[in-house]
């Protein structure tokens, strides 16, 4: 019954003003529908948030994330075994042009983030 606050693990989605970053937020409101979710810990950040790779039944959220063109997969944090799907799932997403893939100046989020 208690809330926790999460972040995904070795990803990253559009800010909240950036373009598709909406878009973003409905992916995963439908993905995260399910009652039961596993949450595998991975660290936690400066902000005191569990950041994670998420299961919803046969499904990592993280990875389905990417490959709906949803998110980024993030350089500087996800560096394991993994990540190498992960990084195949974003390229097959770019080049089907899906969801923030469809825009023609795509900036990464911690790239947006560092202009502001």
Same mark, same amino acid.
């Given at each position: 019954?208690?809330? /926790? %606050? $999460?972040? /995904?693990?070795? !990803?990253?989605?559009?800010?909240?003003?950036?373009?598709?970053?909406?878009?973003?937020? @409905?992916?995963?409101?439908?993905? /995260? %529908?399910?009652?039961? /979710?596993? $949450?595998?810990?991975?660290?936690?950040?400066?902000?005191?948030?569990?950041? #994670?790779?998420? =299961?919803?039944?046969?499904?990592?959220?993280?990875?389905?994330?990417? #490959? %709906?063109?949803?998110?980024?997969? =993030?350089?500087?944090? +996800?560096?394991?075994? !993994? +990540?190498?799907?992960?990084? &195949?799932?974003? &390229?097959?997403?770019? @080049?089907?042009? %899906?969801?923030?893939?469809?825009?023609?100046?795509?900036?990464?989020?911690?790239?947006?983030?560092?202009?502001?």
């Amino acid at each position: 019954g208690s809330e /926790l %606050s $999460i972040r /995904l693990w070795g !990803i990253d989605a559009p800010e909240f003003d950036q373009p598709y970053a909406q878009a973003s937020k @409905n992916t995963l409101k439908r993905l /995260l %529908s399910e009652k039961y /979710l596993q $949450i595998v810990p991975k660290d936690i950040d400066k902000y005191g948030r569990i950041v #994670a790779v998420v =299961h919803v039944r046969n499904m990592v959220v993280n990875s389905a994330l990417v #490959a %709906s063109g949803s998110a980024w997969v =993030h350089d500087y944090y +996800c560096k394991e075994p !993994i +990540c190498v799907g992960w990084y &195949e799932l974003e &390229e097959k997403a770019r @080049n089907d042009k %899906s969801g923030l893939w469809r825009g023609n100046n795509v900036i990464e989020p911690w790239v947006w983030k560092m202009k502001k």
